[in-house]
């Protein structure tokens, strides 16, 4: 088999997730197929399988097959697949299969750099590309394969190697990598990471993005308004998806918050992760609900205003059920069926008028502090002394026989007074005198 390496296109290649079901965690095909038809749908330039977000490595060998024959029934794009090994001889064996399985739908082989040495990675892809005749996508991910190299020593491996047809810069801070591999290379340079640093990938001259961030349809709004506008209209195109892209960037989770996203989507039914990965956090499935803002409200939220909030003022968080602050002000009416005297009024805490009232309560011990004693001076727990309360009296400092409050300036006969008087007995009095 002999495919001439063609440089990727520039756009969005969406990264795709292998769905699980069950407990056993078997590959979801039907919500496989489900999920590259919604990309088709997008209209992203390509997809990319069997890559980190993929799962690969956790994969059996009969699995990845069926996931290449799934997606390769599904969808007419152009396919991008991954391979796990880092030495010559199981990306050869892993090729053998994608190439048995897709033929000439594979656009390129991403293969990860194995070495800190230039001279190391250049005839490591040398060598899987004259074993498969596949064009190389040459993936940089410290964070996958535990090399780092230096992007002066990544530009050179790019030039020594002819079959390369696109790098996927993933070695923070990628804007920088991304800028010094477009200036020196004439293939074209990707951003991944879950489009963390898109926009300034873009600016340093990025051919697009090549990422599973759940929502692809912000990456193809934010390439597309970059092309056609410039970065000001990259940024506000890309702009109503940051709170996600943000929130799927969590350090060790990453990979189940964006598969949580996908199945609050409908797009695939679970969103299992096998081990070593980390499942999703119990914590966190509040937290992820409706989070994508071209995603339906999910159903946690109650029906009434089109905010969200419910006729009854109320609206739904999770699992937590809160109302929404009334206005600022004493006196008014808050919610509905309040008649002045707010929320505290309303639980019966306190008649009075608003937060007037709930001060006092906070500053006299009031219910917040049952079965504590309230602050002899009326302080509340801020020290905020109640409205009415007396001040403590303070005692006046004593006086010396003879002495002000300059004594010790004037000597010792007396304070100021009595020493532009010039009496020895100081003071007033001797003033007066």
């Not at 002999?2 to 919500?31: H, M, N, R, Y």
């Not at 990860?112 to 991910?141: K, M």
């Not at 709004?221 to 970059?226: G, I, P, S, W």
Request: proline share 9%.
């Amino acid at each position: 088999m002999s495919i001439p390496p063609q440089p990727l296109p520039p756009g969005v290649w969406g990264v795709v997730a292998t769905p699980f079901a069950g407990s056993t965690l078997d590959v979801d095909e039907s919500a496989l197929a489900r999920l590259v038809e919604h990309y088709a749908e997008l209209g992203v330039t390509g997809l990319t399988v069997l890559g980190v977000f993929g799962e690969a490595a956790q994969l059996s060998r009969p699995e990845r097959r069926a996931v290449l024959e799934v997606v390769r029934d599904s969808v007419e794009l152009p396919l991008v697949v991954g391979a796990t090994g880092l030495s010559t001889a199981p990306v050869v064996e892993e090729a053998e299969l994608i190439g048995e399985v897709l033929g000439d739908r594979v656009a390129g082989l991403m293969t990860q750099v194995n070495s800190p040495r230039p001279e190391t990675v250049t005839a490591h892809f040398n060598a899987v590309h004259e074993a498969t005749g596949l064009g190389l996508v040459i993936q940089d991910y410290p964070a996958a394969s535990g090399v780092a190299i230096r992007p002066g020593d990544l530009a050179t491996v790019v030039r020594r190697v002819p079959s390369a047809v696109a790098v996927k810069a993933e070695a923070p801070p990628t804007p920088a990598v991304i800028g010094l591999l477009a200036e020196r290379t004439d293939i074209p340079v990707f951003g991944g990471l879950g489009g963390l640093g898109l926009l300034d990938e873009l600016a340093a001259g990025a051919a697009g993005a090549m990422t599973g961030f759940s929502a692809p349809e912000g990456l193809i709004a934010c390439v597309d308004a970059h092309r056609s506008g410039g970065y000001e209209a990259a940024r506000e195109a890309y702009l109503p998806y940051l709170p996600l892209v943000n929130f799927e960037a969590q350090a060790g989770i990453g990979l189940a918050l964006r598969k949580e996203a996908l199945r609050q989507r409908g797009l695939i039914m679970e969103a299992g992760v096998r081990p070593p990965a980390r499942a999703l956090p119990e914590s966190l499935v509040p937290s992820s609900s409706g989070i994508s803002p071209r995603c339906p409200r999910p159903s946690a939220y109650r029906k009434g205003h089109a905010d969200g909030s419910g006729a009854d003022g109320t609206y739904r968080r999770g699992r937590r059920v809160h109302r929404r602050a009334r206005p600022r002000g004493g006196g008014g009416a808050g919610r509905r069926g309040d008649t002045g005297g707010g929320l505290r009024q309303a639980r019966g805490r306190r008649q009075g008028s608003g937060r007037r009232a709930a001060r006092s309560d906070r500053c006299r011990g009031g219910p917040h502090r049952a079965g504590r004693p309230a602050h002899p001076h009326g302080r509340g727990v801020r020290g905020v002394r109640a409205r009415g309360h007396p001040r403590p009296q303070r005692s006046r400092p004593r006086t010396r026989p003879g002495g002000g409050r300059g004594r010790h300036r004037a000597g010792r006969g007396g304070g100021e007074s009595a020493a532009r008087a010039g009496a020895p007995g100081g003071g007033r009095a001797a003033r007066d005198a």
